[in-house]
């Protein structure tokens, strides 16, 4: 005999618990997926941004190493 035949009168709290339950799994889940999907923006805005660092230092390297670009640039 289990509790749901013997005890009839708390189905319905074992319902509203059981639905609570999937709710709370629910919003869990929810939460897991969006610190993920902030997690990848995140790694994704950093690999753009040392991308932009890298390009802008070549180009600065590249600047120094010509002797007609040196002259073209202002001096600071």
Not at 8 to 25: K, M
Not at 28 to 45: K, N, P, S
Request: without cysteine.
């Amino acid at each position: 005999m289990d509790a749901r035949s013997h005890y009839p009168e708390f189905l319905a709290v074992d319902e509203h618990i059981r639905r609570a339950q999937l709710q709370r799994s629910a919003h869990i889940a929810h939460l897991i997926a969006v610190g993920i999907d902030r997690l990848a923006a995140a790694f994704a805005q950093a690999g753009r941004t040392m991308g932009e660092g890298l390009a802008a230092e070549m180009d600065r390297r590249a600047v120094e190493a010509d002797a007609f670009l040196k002259r073209a640039v202002p001096h600071r």
